[in-house]
């Protein structure tokens, strides 16, 4: 089974503090996602990567960037953390193409920052 | 562009009773459609998802969907729901595989005992 691995499950931090979550997956997949789910919101993609070192803006990247040296694994960054970055941070990965096309996702990390 | 629209963010059925989940898609060009549970403090699981093909599509723990293009819509259901189908269900579209997701707003089922 494809197996996502995120960091922490919780994390409190202060505002003004550069906060770096890690997402690690085991099954070779070219893409990776993070996410920021919200109440209400439902999920929204942060940044995502097609492949080592690349990586694409997604829909509310302000605030955050990210990091792929190696292709299992992609670290989300803030690099000075906020009270409205308070949130659940979801990571997901998937193939690049093929039947298999689904988003695997980890089990998040509940950010909270005071 | 694509979106999705999850009619009802919270929908509480009886135990037994059937479990009928709303999705409305938008996209200029045939999508893939997914729907994902997502159990307290847990990620999200693939429960089933429609690429091509037959429009009825079966996933797990007993849930179906089924594609319609004129309506575009992809509703989900269970025939008779369970205590443990409490979560909340995404429903997901893309327009093609690798690409980005858009995802609804969620919507938390209730099971009354």
């Known amino acids: 089974d494809v197996k996502v691995t995120q960091s922490s499950r919780y994390l409190v931090k202060r505002t003004g503090e550069k906060v770096f979550l890690e997402c690690v997956q085991d099954?070779?997949?070219?893409?990776m996602f993070w996410y920021r789910q919200d109440p209400g919101l439902g999920l929204r993609l942060i940044y995502f990567s097609y492949d080592v070192k690349m990586k694409e803006k997604g829909d509310i990247p302000e605030g955050y960037s990210v990091s792929r040296e190696k292709k299992e694994r992609f670290s989300l960054i803030l690099e000075s953390a906020s009270t409205n970055q308070t949130s659940m941070y979801l990571c997901a990965s998937s193939l690049l193409a093929g039947a298999r096309n689904e988003q695997f996702f980890g089990p998040g990390t509940r950010l909270t920052v005071l | 562009a694509q979106s999705v629209t999850q009619l009802g963010s919270h929908v509480s059925v009886s135990e037994g009773a059937l479990v009928l989940l709303r999705c409305n898609y938008s996209?200029?060009?045939?999508?893939?459609l997914f729907w994902y549970v997502q159990y307290p403090n847990q990620g999200l699981q693939l429960l089933l998802k429609y690429t091509t093909g037959a429009t009825l599509v079966k996933g797990i723990n007993g849930f179906e969907a089924e594609f319609k293009k004129s309506e575009t819509s992809f509703h989900l259901t269970k025939p008779s729901a369970h205590m443990s189908d409490a979560a909340e269900y995404f429903c997901a579209v893309t327009d093609q595989p690798g690409n980005q997701f858009y995802f609804g707003t969620g919507t938390s089922l209730t099971v009354i005992p």
């Open positions: 996209s200029s060009v045939p999508p893939y």
């Open positions: 099954m070779d997949h070219e893409n």
